[in-house]
């Protein structure tokens, strides 16, 4: 129907158009319709880098990221995350001969001897800022064992992260044929770190006093080595939050930074760079920040979350809760010229372990062939303790039913009615009067007759009124309805699923948010205890 009144109308359209002189020249469609671009217009000297959002993981832009090269002291990045992960910060390091003398001569150090103790604490602020080799051995040995073991947890751990250009054999990043990652393993590592608010707050901080040792009896005050986070450097950068610098004779310069400006995070990372390390940085942060814009999913899409009061779902009324709702925390990556419906999603039902608890859906969204972001699809939270049991929902409906049913064939109160019945039987008898010699009868019609006749005309003019509206209000009702029921038919088909799918779907979900429910209520009972005489009985 619409597509013939279209028809119908762009004749006239398009010859008002030519009379007004109005007509627009003609354009490629493609053009006017098409998605921007992705910008690309960056270059840096280093042979390897990257930027990513770290919020959604999209590449912003790559160049080599997934050859593999030596990281230097950027390592310790992942080593600093996975001795959080697994240490209790005030636990004590008590550092061997080998933690101390197994590094290159001439080697960042914190001046911490054999036989030293430092808290877990300590030696995580002498690794990142000082870029202490002996502290980065001594958090390995503490954590796992020794050096061999914690390289394995190092490599279980970014190939959970899901690194395929990396291998590590050591905590520190010294040289070694087999100590290599790429910029895109780095920036998933470097992602994760990001993530945890323990490691941030340590590789953010300006300086740290580490205590008192064999060679520093008085202690000794460490800075961070990345120039970009100090205001007193010409590299000092706006919005630059952590990161880790790193240099051998075999690796170059390497840099990984952290920043943040207008609500969007970005993980720069340099390899086997040529004392451009700080440029290529600057060069990679401003065309991130000024190309690229990152948006909050939840306050765009709602193509897949479902209507208040949408009827029933696998057999329940939803009452006043929305059942689904997408992630609020997650974000996808646009040009700064896109906008969000440039973006295609597709969604899965088949979950990863990480996902939250309460997901039921993975939504992936693409942009131009590249991943831009992804979210879950959430069950409401609070549905699982506030849903009633369909037969107490439906006895609650019933007892409404019958309650307006009974007003409504009750339209006076008791008084009244009794009232009304005397007035009736005096009606019924008449009194004789003589007149003109005969006999006739005359009717005796109280006033409170026409009282109670004016009260309950009154009260079914106004019962009458109230079921109009009550017809209105259910006519309107059931319009509303059908327009939820062939929305919520159209959301279906966009997911690519069939009402029968998703009502069974929704209705294991509603099951076990039943048990949760049970189980909770039953959890609150205060226990039954034995009185005294009860005991005495037995």
Known sequence: MKLLIKKKLLPLVIGLALLTGFCPPVTNPMQTWAAPAWPSDVSISAEGGIVMDADTGAVIYGKNMHESYFPASITKILTAL????????????????????????????????????????DSLYAMMLKSANEAANGLAEHTAGSIEAFADMMNEKAASLGCTDSHFVNPSGLNDPEHYTSAYDMALITQAAFRNETFVEIDSTLYYDIPPTKKNPEGIRVYPGHKMLKKNTSQYYSGVICGKTGYTSLAGNTLVTCAGQNGMNLIAVVLNGHQTHY??????????????????????DTTYTSVKNDMTIAGLPTTNLSVLQVQGDCKITLPAGAEFTDAVSSITYDLPASAPEMAVARISYDYNGRTVGSTYLMRNEHYAEEAEPLAEVATTEAETDASITESASMPGDAPAQEAASGALSRMADPEPVEKDGKTRFQLHIPP??????????????????????????????????????QRRQERLQDIGMSTAEFDLLMQEKRSSASSIYSARKAAKKP????????KKRK
């Not at 240490?87 to 960042?108: F, K, M, R, W």
């Not at 009260?455 to 309805?481: D, F, P, S, T």
């Not at 039954?528 to 009860?534: A, E, I, M, R, T």
Request: aromatic residues 10%; negative net charge; hydrophobic residues 45%.
């Open 82 to 121: 996975i001795v959080i992960e697994n240490c209790d910060l005030d636990e004590i390091v008590t550092y061997s001969h080998n933690a101390v003398y197994n590094v290159e001569p001439g080697s960042s150090s914190a001046g911490i001897d054999e036989g030293d103790q430092l808290t877990v604490r």
């Open 279 to 300: 440029t290529d940085t600057k060069a990679l942060l401003d065309f991130g920040f000024s190309r690229f814009r990152s948006l909050r999913i939840a306050d765009y």
């Open 448 to 485: 409170v007759f026409w009282i109670i006749t004016g009260v309950i005309l009154a009260a079914g003019a106004v019962i009458g009124l109230l079921i109009l509206l009550k017809m209105h209000i259910e006519k309107k009702e059931e319009a509303e309805r059908v327009i939820r029921y």
């Open 527 to 534: 226990k039954k205890h034995k009185s005294f005489l009860d």
